[in-house]
């Protein structure tokens, strides 16, 4: 049986997830999701892994949670999903998580690349939360991440009406920040994972983590936070290696220390 989630790497400090439930374009059902996490898992604790990207395929990044496996479950099963506890894992993710998508993005499919941190897409994408056309609603933070990312009016227009939007409109709208050609995608993701990786992985993770958390806090709060996450960058070997090659005109090492 063919894999549901390939893995290449660490290449360059860049892990690579694809996908790969093409006879159901990518549909997000328990085992890819349980999967996913596992990849994480490893990804997370393997100290070259620096950034991870995650693709589809060029037709699906992936169209939705598996309506067949959602079908069969009333109320009870809806409590006990285990769906749950996977998504909960991508979210506690701390390294860098780049969103390569072609094709549909939809319903927990767009949920699951708007968990990441950098988005990009190809000219044929297409994100939507469709969920309302099935009589439902999104159920994995569509409704949560979408109004931050757009903003109400177009999260609203699209979660109501359930109609997808296509790069362009993506792009302007800030979910994604850069369009390529289809099969471009995910090298121009890899490459901006790359570029990442070669950073200093503590002050990648602390600056994550700031950007991230501020989003959900007060200003003062996070200006906070931020200020702190800064000054524990004082005691890094990374930070004296960064300042001492700028002093020196030379490129720096960076040790995760
Ligand atoms: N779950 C399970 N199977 C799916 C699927 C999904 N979300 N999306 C597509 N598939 C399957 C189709 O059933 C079809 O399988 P068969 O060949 O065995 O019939 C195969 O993938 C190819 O799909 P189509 O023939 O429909 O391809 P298309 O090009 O004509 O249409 C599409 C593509 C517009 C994406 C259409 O497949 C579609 O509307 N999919 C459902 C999208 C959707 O509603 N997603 C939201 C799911 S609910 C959710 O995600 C909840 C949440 O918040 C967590």
Redesign the pocket.
């Known amino acids: 049986m063919p894999q549901i989630l390939l893995s290449e790497g660490p290449s360059n400090g860049v892990r690579l997830l694809t996908l790969n439930r093409p006879?159901?374009?990518n549909?997000?059902n328990t085992a890819l999701l349980e999967a996913l996490s596992e990849q994480l898992d490893i990804a997370e604790t393997d100290p070259e892994t620096k950034a991870v990207v995650i693709t589809g395929s060029e037709r699906?990044f992936a169209?939705?949670?598996?309506?067949?496996e959602?079908a069969s479950r009333d109320v009870v099963g809806m409590l006990e999903d285990p769906r749950v506890q996977h998504w909960a894992r991508i979210d506690r993710f701390v390294k860098p998580l780049i969103i390569a998508v072609n094709g549909?993005c939809?319903?927990?499919?767009c949920?699951l690349a708007m968990r990441g941190d950098i988005l990009i897409a190809g000219t044929n994408a297409q994100f939507g939360?469709?969920?309302i056309?099935?009589g439902?609603m999104?159920?994995?933070g569509?409704t949560q991440r979408l109004v931050r990312a757009v903003g109400q009016s177009l999260a609203m227009q699209m979660v109501l009406t359930g109609e997808a939007i296509g790069a362009q409109r993506a792009l302007a709208a800030g979910l994604i920040t850069e369009i390529c050609q289809p099969e471009l995608t995910v090298e121009r993701a890899m490459a901006i994972a790359t570029t990442i990786a070669s950073k200093g992985p503590i002050a990648v993770q602390l600056a994550r983590e700031s950007v991230r958390r501020g989003a959900d806090m007060d200003l003062a709060a996070g200006l906070r936070f931020e200020r702190h996450a800064f000054t524990i960058l004082a005691a890094t070997e990374d930070r004296r290696e960064g300042l001492d090659a700028f002093r020196n005109k030379r490129k720096p090492q960076f040790s995760g220390r």
């Not at 169209?63 to 067949?68: K, S, T």
């Not at 939809?106 to 499919?109: D, E, N, P, W």
């Open positions: 006879e159901a374009l549909a997000l699906a169209a939705g949670a598996d309506i067949n959602m549909f939809l319903g927990g499919g949920e939360q469709p969920e056309n099935l439902i999104p159920g994995a569509g």
